[in-house]
């Protein structure tokens, strides 16, 4: 029987993971560019954090942000994904649905997850 629940990742890994994957960099997507592939970007790590971290749709905007959350933020990236998708941005910008890209993500997270616990395991393993 498949897994249920969704994978939760550390905010942080995930947002790494976006972007790798995007080509962009953490401060592009936490900045006020407005730049295609860095709202797209913004947008991506929304969705996703809202689904794979425990944080909700405000706590994800404060993240982006650097700051508290804020709704207005919050609801806007949200509409901003459902537009996108159904106009295709997000294929057209990486050659990916959103699915495809999701998935391409969510792998490089693990990948940073297990490369980090690894490195945690490492540091334990010297003080010891």
Same mark, same amino acid.
């Given at each position: 029987?498949?897994?249920?629940?969704?994978?939760?990742?550390?905010?942080?890994?995930?947002?790494?993971?976006?972007? @790798?994957?995007?080509?962009?960099?953490?401060?592009?997507?936490?900045?006020?560019?407005?730049?295609?592939?860095?709202?797209?970007?913004? @947008?991506?790590?929304?969705?996703?954090?809202?689904?794979?971290?425990?944080? %909700? %749709?405000?706590?994800?905007?404060?993240?982006? %942000?650097?700051?508290?959350?804020?709704?207005?933020?919050?609801?806007?990236?949200?509409?901003?994904?459902?537009?996108?998708?159904?106009?295709?941005?997000?294929?057209?910008?990486?050659?990916?649905?959103?699915?495809?890209?999701?998935?391409?993500?969510?792998?490089?997270?693990?990948?940073?997850?297990?490369?980090?616990?690894?490195? @945690?395991?490492?540091?334990?393993?010297?003080?010891?």
């Amino acid at each position: 029987m498949g897994n249920i629940l969704p994978e939760l990742f550390d905010p942080s890994d995930l947002l790494d993971a976006v972007c @790798r994957v995007v080509g962009v960099t953490t401060e592009a997507v936490r900045g006020d560019g407005r730049h295609r592939r860095y709202t797209l970007a913004r @947008r991506v790590f929304s969705l996703m954090a809202c689904k794979h971290t425990l944080m %909700r %749709r405000p706590e994800v905007a404060g993240f982006i %942000r650097g700051g508290t959350g804020h709704r207005t933020l919050a609801y806007t990236l949200m509409k901003a994904i459902l537009k996108a998708n159904e106009s295709g941005d997000f294929e057209s910008e990486w050659g990916l649905s959103l699915q495809d890209l999701c998935d391409q993500i969510s792998e490089c997270a693990r990948e940073i997850a297990s490369k980090r616990e690894g490195e @945690r395991d490492a540091d334990q393993a010297t003080e010891a």
